[in-house]
């Protein structure tokens, strides 16, 4: 009987790359995504699914009431674009000046759309309900994810299932991991005040360069001597700003980075360590500083059960020829957030590019994907959630 819903998904895949494209053409950025949510919310009226608009914010939830008594099982997608110029040159290239899809979220979002509307035409396979999270701002921290579960998107939900498309694995590929997955992501920010001067005369000034500088060199330290080598971390500068003319010692420098972590304790770790070295360095040249330290989003830490069994489902896909378990990854996402509220897993979907001349990573201007892991992603959630709601009847 699962074949007629596969069989569906398949007849609707048009439908499923014509939504992506709108969507791609029609972008938004974190919590200004207010026309897209509108378009999700409208998408589900039209087909008399239940749905709750301005969730935590942008945030929209739909509900498919199966025909059987079970559990509820959730399936989340982002919408969000990011504040990038789309480069590419394809039919369906970005319209608003200064921002594009460069994650795949139009994807995600489309495959969930296609995915509810197939699933409420296959009632009859539901043993229980279906919960549908169209999530905004995961770009940005604080993110969407915590503000829609504090409005009650997991209310009564039993589990919950996510993935990624993946533009650096090929289509055909599902990428799983159990335990920590993706890393906490974390930003500082650390102002050093020094004392500004003419570039001749440095013996009367406090460089701030120079002592942004020797911070810059001994943050190295932290992972490579502090951080027990068998945990995963880093510590990036991504930014050193201190806009001079070419002959004045710098009065102030502002470096900006991440951290990223898998373990809470490595997490306060670094934070307590950035602070140290910051403040030794500082010591050492009588300067000043500015520390700020905010945490983003928690790691990603999948549940075991649920995970092998989204593992075995996608064994079954027939469009999947490789299963295997992923690295972990130091990107960060709030999925995390729903993770921590109830069992679940979040995995990646191959959508690499055929063409090498449109194979970019994610949040490059040229960024896209293989629409063929639509399918792929639809039919494996679906059957996910069909699956777990079978074998957890109550």
């Known amino acids: 009987m699962y074949s007629h819903f596969m069989k569906d998904l398949e007849d609707h895949y048009e439908e499923m790359v014509d939504i992506r494209r709108y969507l791609h053409m029609n972008p938004e950025v974190s919590f200004q995504e207010v026309n897209t949510a509108k378009y999700i919310t409208q998408f589900y009226e039209r087909i008399g699914i239940e749905v709750r608009s301005n969730v935590g914010g942008n945030g929209v939830v739909a509900k498919i ?10 399936l989340r997608a982002d919408f969000d674009a990011l504040p990038i110029q789309d480069e590419k040159e394809v039919p369906y290239k970005s319209r608003v000046s200064g921002v594009m899809h460069a994650c795949g979220h139009d994807g995600h979002t489309a495959t969930l759309l296609v995915l509810a509307k197939v699933l409420n035409k296959h009632r009859n396979l539901l043993h229980g309900n279906i919960v549908l999270i ?8 604080p993110g969407g994810a915590y503000s829609m579960i504090q409005d009650g998107c997991l209310d009564g939900v039993d589990i919950i299932f996510g993935t990624h498309l993946w533009a650096t694995e090929p289509v055909g590929k599902i990428q799983y991991k159990v335990g920590p997955f ?17 570039g001749a005369q440095p013996h009367k000034t406090k460089d701030a360069i120079v002592i942004g500088s020797q911070v810059v060199t001994n943050l190295q330290q932290i992972v490579s001597r502090k951080v027990d080598p068998v945990q995963s971390a880093v510590v990036t500068v991504g930014s050193f700003v201190s806009e001079n003319a070419f002959n004045i010692i710098a009065d102030s420098a502002t470096l900006i980075g991440t951290a990223r972590s898998f373990d809470e304790e490595v997490r306060l770790q670094i934070e307590e360590d ?3 070295v910051v403040e030794g360095t500082c010591l050492m040249s009588d300067a000043t500083y500015h520390y700020q330290y ?5 790691a990603v830490v999948n549940h075991a059960d649920e995970t092998y069994l989204l593992k075995q489902i996608a064994e079954k896909i027939p469009e999947v020829n490789v299963v295997e378990e992923s690295p972990l990854q130091m990107g960060g996402e709030d999925f995390s957030y729903y993770l921590k509220r109830v069992n679940g897993t979040f995995f990646f979907t191959g959508a690499m590019p055929e063409d090498s001349n449109r194979a970019f990573p994610h949040h490059h201007p040229k960024f896209d994907i ?18 777990y709601q079978l074998e957890n009847v109550n």
């Open 65 to 74: 009431s199966g025909e059987k008594q079970g559990p509820t099982v959730a």
């Open 134 to 141: 169209h999530q905004h701002a995961e770009e940005y921290a």
């Open 182 to 198: 993706m890393a906490a992501a974390d930003r500082f920010e650390i102002t050093i005040n020094g004392k500004g001067g003419h």
């Open 274 to 276: 950035i602070k140290k």
């Open 294 to 298: 905010t945490r983003g989003y928690p």
């Open 370 to 387: 293989n629409e063929r892991a639509l399918l792929i992603a639809a039919k494996t959630l679906g059957m996910a959630a069909i699956q």
